[in-house]
């Protein structure tokens, strides 16, 4: 299969598992530059300070994004004081830094939201929808890419609990020194515009 073509079904889920591993380890590490809600820039040059950084894409309008702000807090809390940088990225347009800032607020999110109107990290990292997590590593290396856990089984149907808790297994994986075990997971949330 040719790279492109695999490349491409990586970035949209449909390549999971060893395979993913390898191919996201080969892709070119990731870098931005961007302003959080509060107008502070935010550059991949920070990725190195940290363990580890957690990319949060979420959008204000999306129900499954905002169900999971109590995790994304909890997440926060506990891996934080392990050396792991949390962001969150709203990457729709209609996003605005007023509507992210009241959004954070209502929602008590505990770190800085960058505002990606334009997409640039979306594609980058390959994130489709919200929520969805990728891992950087210092370096800015894709680790991980996909759901927080298991919760939305299917569009419209959900567990009480989730039976994996991707998003903490992966950085628990991180912070050992073991590669992740399950690199890219299905995503289910709302599409971000502009990007599918």
Do not use: W
């Not at 980058?124 to 990728?134: D, H, L, Q």
């Amino acid at each position: 299969m040719k790279l492109t073509r695999m490349v491409a079904r990586l970035r949209t889920g449909i390549l999971v598992g060893a395979r993913a591993a390898q191919l996201l380890a080969a892709l070119a590490p990731v870098t931005f530059s961007l302003s959080d809600a509060a107008g502070r820039p935010h550059t991949s040059a920070e990725l190195s300070r940290y363990q580890a950084t957690v990319l949060l894409f979420v959008a204000t309008e999306c129900p499954n994004s905002n169900t999971y702000s109590p995790v994304f807090a909890r997440l926060h809390r506990d891996f934080s004081a392990r050396g792991v940088q949390f962001l969150g990225v709203y990457s729709d347009p209609s996003d605005n830094a007023a509507a992210v800032q009241k959004h954070d607020a209502e929602y008590q999110i505990p770190y800085p939201a960058l505002l990606d109107p334009g997409h640039a990290l979306a594609l980058e990292t390959g994130a489709r929808s919200t929520p969805e997590a990728v891992i950087l590593s210092p370096s800015g290396e894709v680790l991980y890419r996909g759901r927080v856990d298991d919760r939305f089984v299917d569009f419209g149907k959900t567990r009480y609990r989730p039976a994996h808790e991707d998003l903490r297994e992966a950085l628990d994986q991180v912070l050992s020194g073991q590669p992740v075990k399950n690199p890219v997971t299905k995503v289910l949330g709302c599409a971000i515009p502009g990007v599918n």
